[in-house]
């Protein structure tokens, strides 16, 4: 049974089967975070292992993925906008999962440096489909908080990667770290073909919106005259380039800084990005409820606000010798990286037609990860290898450059708080109009 508009009644076949897929897409979301984690907590024993500059190992793990994944990315979500999502986020899982394995069974940089672009490529084909299923089975009011629940995966993905990792690196060394977080993904990847069920584009979307099917430099052109979509996109990026490229490098700055192991750094993380990330994600779903999210206004009043606060402690972290100041601070600051990833991409999917979701979400990683897996990886790690000699020693030189990343966090602020100008008129332009009574 449905109701008179298509969606479906609580307890029906259609809403446990939306809920199902929505759980399967999560843990899909999740195992790409936490192939991501992995790298990072695995940073300085890599590092150290392959006898590797702060730069040479920022771009063996984060710029030779990002490559593959950032080119890659937007001629697969295209293609995920015309065909079946569901199989290409099925293949795209069980490729870089077992390109993730074998980064453990790499006996060289070269040998490495492939794996991560095999990783990459995997990689491009997960979020832009997933986000797409997930916004063709929910209606506009519910996506901000269907995409929050999706985005549960990147707490627990990061766990995962963080002390997990962490942990099993302790024990057996980090390449056996690899294998344990590569070689399930592929029974995931089985599990997404098999059971997750493609949906019709566009169902819950104004007349006519979803039957236009945008060439790609039309769509270009229409993400381009949407001011809402430039802000949101430049928000999420710049959200990402602030709080995961600082995160990118922290493991290594609380080894170097704070003498701990890589055991240790990650047992001070892995719960954080597991409770307090986990805490942070069911909070801003609940926040933007559907009478929230009526107005997209309060979404992006509240992003803006939850980053500019964030990012004091984010430089307090890097600024002071005080270990107990440090984690507290990164109680506050953890949480606050996971608060804007699903009401952005829920956003997104309620200010562009159907028939170009994945292509945006698309654009939004290609910027996003450009910016956490280049930008701030590489720069950091730069600019951390011309401080050493300066500074005397690469534990003051990497804390100096995260110093300086730390403010873009203001940045990513104002673009949220930007977008509140138009957001409200660009989504009833697509998604329908605002309800009065929710305003």
């Known amino acids: 049974m449905t109701t008179t508009d298509g969606i479906p009644r609580p307890g029906d076949a259609g809403t446990m089967e939306r809920w199902y897929s929505l759980a399967v897409l999560t843990l899909v979301y999740a195992m790409n975070i936490a192939d991501r984690f992995s790298v990072s907590t695995l940073l300085e024993p890599i590092r150290l292992e392959l006898h ?7 771009w063996i793990t984060g710029t030779a993925l990002a490559l593959f994944y950032v080119t890659v990315g937007i001629p697969v979500a295209i293609l995920a906008d015309r065909s079946n999502r569901r199989n290409i986020v099925a293949v795209s899982l069980a490729l870089w999962s077992a390109m993730t394995a074998l980064c453990g069974l790499a006996q060289s940089v070269t040998q490495f440096v492939l794996a991560r672009f095999g990783v990459g490529i995997g990689e491009a084909g997960g ?11 929910f209606a506009a009011r519910d996506r901000p908080m269907a995409m929050t629940v999706f985005a549960l995966g990147a ?3 990061a766990w995962l990667g963080s002390e997990l990792a962490g942990a099993i690196a302790d024990h057996y060394g980090w390449r056996t770290a690899f294998l344990a977080l590569g070689m399930p993904g592929i029974v995931i990847g089985l599990l997404v073909y098999l059971s997750v069920r493609e949906p019709k584009r566009g169902r819950f979307d104004a007349a006519g919106a979803a039957a236009e099917r945008l060439p790609a430099l039309a769509a270009v052109r229409f993400m381009a005259g949407q001011r809402s979509v430039l802000h949101l996109i430049g928000g999420g990026a710049i959200g990402t380039l602030w709080g995961w490229g600082l995160l990118w490098w922290t493991p290594a700055f609380l080894m ?8 240790e750094a990650s047992a001070v993380l892995g719960p954080m990005h597991l409770i307090a990330g986990t805490l942070a994600t069911i909070a801003t779903g609940l926040l933007v409820s559907p009478r929230i999210a009526a107005d997209p206004r309060r979404v992006v009043w509240l992003l803006g606000g939850v980053l500019a606060a964030a990012t004091i402690p984010s430089i307090l972290i890097y600024w002071t010798d005080s270990r107990s100041l440090v984690v507290a601070m990164l109680w506050i600051v953890v949480p606050a990286i996971y608060f804007f990833i699903g009401p952005t991409l829920g956003l997104l999917a309620n200010v562009v037609p159907a028939t170009m979701r994945a292509q945006t979400v698309a654009v939004l990683l290609f910027t996003a990860n450009v910016a956490n897996l280049i930008i701030a990886p590489q720069g950091i790690g730069m600019l951390s290898d011309y401080l050493a000699p300066l500074l005397g020693s690469n534990a003051e ?8 990343l730390a403010p873009t966090g203001f940045w990513a602020a104002y673009h949220f708080l930007t977008s509140a100008r138009t957001i409200r008129a660009d989504q009833a332009a697509v998604s329908g109009p605002v309800t009065s009574g929710h305003a």
């Not at 979020?127 to 089975?137: G, L, V």
């Open 52 to 58: 590797l500059s702060d730069s040479s190992v920022a």
């Open 127 to 137: 979020t832009p489909p997933s986000t797409s299923i997930i916004a063709d089975k």
């Open 155 to 157: 707490p627990i993905g």
């Open 256 to 263: 170097r800084t704070h003498h701990l192991s890589i055991g």
């Open 397 to 404: 030189s990497l804390r100096w450059a995260l110093v300086a």
